[in-house]
């Protein structure tokens, strides 16, 4: 076998070290899959083999779960759902065979363990895991739309009950070392590196080779479907998965399904209801679309995809950010825990050192939930310094430019900072809606000056932004991928643009909102729409936490910028008397909601500026208004395609589910284009574009692809752009 290795000690304990050749973290491929039943297969019928340890020949972790675009390609292209099922069972059959080999099998779990990964381990019939804060233990696959095919619903919820297991499979939910003991996950925590003598001294004194559901005594925690208290779980569950997903997400429900059904029947039967739910699920639009979105791409723009070729990669040891609040203190964090010496340099001293108070803030997070040690801690908070003084920019390789969104603002730093760069460093300007190219002219080597966009909060939103000026050059644009890929984000390259790519589509769910607002439909009916649209919020609370009083500023820079050509978006009078009656938001507080109370209510006086005409809902209602506000936002997007502000649907797709929140269960706007097909997608924008206008008003690029039968990903695919 290349996967796996077998080693027998005097005692009869077949150490199975788990090592995928070439690879720097285990995955279940089809080669692993292929194995596992060999693998058995030796432990139960070699005499000498008295119990298995298994663990992982990897420091990176035990196993991140299945490799998707190699299983689940074999699942979807299968020639019938018989095949499609039968290449599904494969590893719940060989997990299956696993737990009832008849000798002791323990999981030393050296490293996380996702996924499928987690579910090998709850096949085995002990589990060590060691003392480290950076393992992870979960079932995340309801994140890329599917939910655990290998035996996860069934021996998660045999374990731990109904409740706690539709949790943390609806959630994606994963578990430190301690609460994986806690909640009964794994049995035994063990000091690092002693993992593996830990689960043979398990096997060793005597190990039972049976799983409690094996047992004719087992009684499933809290209750199945007929028990009193257990009928709870699935009559409140049903209700919890609809508010929660808004029945945008099969997976949320075949999941609870297959927990239903499979608690009421033997293991080996409640595997075959899990594995049909399973392949049931793969073949949604929605699980097709998040698997190729969230994982395929997202791999391939993790692994620098976009990047321009014949340039040396780069690695950034010394990064000064200009502009030390929220956004400049998070660039800063993120830089400090890649290991980035970092300047951080404000107009005064003291908003310097607020900006590494708050870096400081956020590593004292990890030390308190034993993620790092105090003396990592040290060494990484000693890597900013706080400052006002432009000379220690010198040495830097990039500075990242976090100011005000006032072009005079940013065109003083820019002259200061390029004084002290040496050739070929980088300045990245981290605007979120000023033209690069404008900002450039600041610059005296436009060629190295860049868009650098990060998302608010920094630390946690994983997308950045690169934009393109018109003389960018590719040495920039690498350096600053490479730079992205170091402090562990997701790039996406797009070209200069009012408002770029994320802003300038972001923007068009909020007007779209304010429309509706001016039309006088209820707030309260405009954001239960929004979020039903699958975004994370309305756009009216959604305006609220980007601050009403940016958007203020943003249009009367645009205003300026503008001229004559300005045109006021939707709602914009409203904003601003909200704004001159200080009403900024969240922030303060006070904006179409008032925060003072939990949970926050509606303004009072938002009546008064917007008379509400429509409160009353019916389905045919909220469908119109919820096709608005995604087709709004996808109608955007071809426009940036058609612009040439983008042209990878990777990029377009991945961009808007992690810079804005566009509605993950589409894929994206692309795909959502796309599966919609064009001709039908541009047949409902026509008819919104008659009655509510040009906003909805699709380039002809759509009527080209839509006459000729064309998608994006087939006409547009990444591998004909780089050919």
Request: net charge negative; glycine share 10%.
């Amino acid at each position: 076998m290349e996967n796996f290795k077998i080693d027998v000690d005097a005692d009869g304990i077949a150490l199975i070290t788990f090592d995928v050749p070439g690879r720097s973290m285990n995955t279940l491929t089809s080669s692993v899959m292929a194995e596992i039943p060999q693998l058995v297969d030796r432990i139960k019928t070699d005499d000498a083999i008295k119990g298995a340890v298994i663990t992982s020949g990897k420091t990176s972790g035990f196993c991140a779960g299945a490799d998707l675009g190699d299983i689940a390609g074999g699942m979807i292209g299968g020639a019938s759902l018989q095949d499609a099922y039968d290449a599904g069972w494969k590893m719940n059959g060989a997990l299956r065979a696993l737990e009832t080999c008849g000798k002791p099998v323990a999981a030393a779990i050296n490293g996380l363990a996702l996924g499928g990964g987690l579910e090998l381990t709850l096949a085995c019939h002990y589990r060590v895991v060691e003392n480290d804060n950076k393992i992870q233990l979960g079932l995340p696959e309801i994140k890329v739309g599917l939910f655990p095919g290998g035996g996860g619903t069934q021996r998660l919820t045999r374990l731990i009950g109904v409740q706690p297991a539709m949790m943390a499979m609806t959630e994606g939910k994963s578990f430190r070392p301690n609460d994986a003991k806690g909640a009964g996950i794994v049995h035994e925590i063990a000091e690092k590196g002693q993992s593996v003598e830990a689960a043979k001294t398990w096997i060793k004194n005597g190990g039972k080779a049976v799983q409690p559901w094996d047992d004719k005594s087992f009684k499933l925690p809290g209750g199945g479907p007929y028990h009193p208290a257990g009928i709870q779980n699935f009559l409140v569950g049903n209700a919890m998965i609809r508010k929660q997903t808004y029945g945008n997400y099969p997976a949320a429900t075949n999941l609870m399904k297959a927990v239903y059904e499979g608690v009421q029947v033997p293991m080996d039967a409640a595997l075959r209801i899990e594995t049909r739910y399973f392949i049931k699920t793969l073949m949604t639009p929605q699980a097709q679309a998040m698997i190729r979105s969230l994982f395929l791409s997202k791999q391939e723009l993790d692994k620098g995809a976009v990047r321009p070729a014949g340039v040396p990669k780069s690695d950034a040891k010394k990064v000064t950010v200009l502009g030390a609040g929220m956004m400049g203190a998070g660039v800063a964090y993120v830089q400090v825990m890649a290991g980035i010496e970092t300047v951080l340099i404000d107009q005064t001293q003291e908003a310097a050192d607020k900006g590494k108070a708050h870096v400081e803030e956020l590593l004292k997070k990890r030390l308190s939930r034993g993620q790092m040690t105090q003396e990592k801690f040290d060494a990484t908070l000693a890597l900013v310094t706080a400052t006002t003084d432009y000379d220690h920019i010198k040495g830097s390789d990039l500075v990242i430019e976090a100011v005000f969104e006032n072009r005079e603002i940013k065109a003083d730093v820019t002259k200061r900072a390029e004084a002290q760069l040496a050739e070929g460093a980088v300045f990245g300007s981290n605007t979120s809606t000023l033209p690069i190219t404008g900002l450039a002219e600041a610059s005296v080597r436009p060629e190295d000056f860049i868009g650098i966009h990060f998302f608010s909060p920094v630390d946690k939103m994983m997308l950045v932004e690169i934009i393109l000026g018109e003389k960018t050059g590719p040495a920039a644009i690498a350096k600053a991928i490479d730079y992205v890929l170091k402090i562990k984000k997701t790039p996406i390259v797009v070209n200069d643009s009012r408002g770029f790519y994320t802003s300038r589509c972001f923007s068009t769910f909020l007007m779209e909102g304010m429309a509706m607002l001016e039309e006088g439909y209820a707030p309260a009916l405009i954001d239960n729409v929004g979020r039903m649209t699958g975004m994370p919020r309305g756009p009216l609370e959604m305006h609220d936490d980007v601050a009403l009083d940016l958007s203020y500023k943003i249009a009367k820079q645009t205003a300026i910028d503008l001229g004559d050509a300005y045109v006021p978006s939707e709602g914009a009078d409203i904003v601003a008397r909200m704004v001159e009656g200080g009403r900024y938001g969240r922030k303060n507080g006070k904006g179409f909601y008032d925060y003072d109370t939990k949970p926050k209510t509606l303004w009072a006086g938002l009546s008064e500026l917007a008379p509400v005409k429509f409160d009353d809902s019916t389905p045919e209602l909220v469908d119109e208004l919820k096709t608005r506000l995604l087709y709004r936002q996808a109608v955007e997007v071809a426009r940036c395609w058609a612009e040439g502000v983008i042209d990878d649907p990777r990029e377009a797709d991945l961009g808007a589910i992690l810079g804005w929140g566009f509605a993950p269960w589409s894929g994206g706007p692309i795909t959502l284009i796309d599966q919609t097909g064009l001709k039908a997608f541009v047949e409902t924008a026509d008819r919104l574009t008659t009655t509510y206008g040009d906003r909805f008003k699709v380039p002809e690029l759509l009527r080209e692809m839509a006459a000729k039968g064309e998608t994006f990903y087939g006409r547009f695919a990444p591998e004909k752009k780089a050919a």
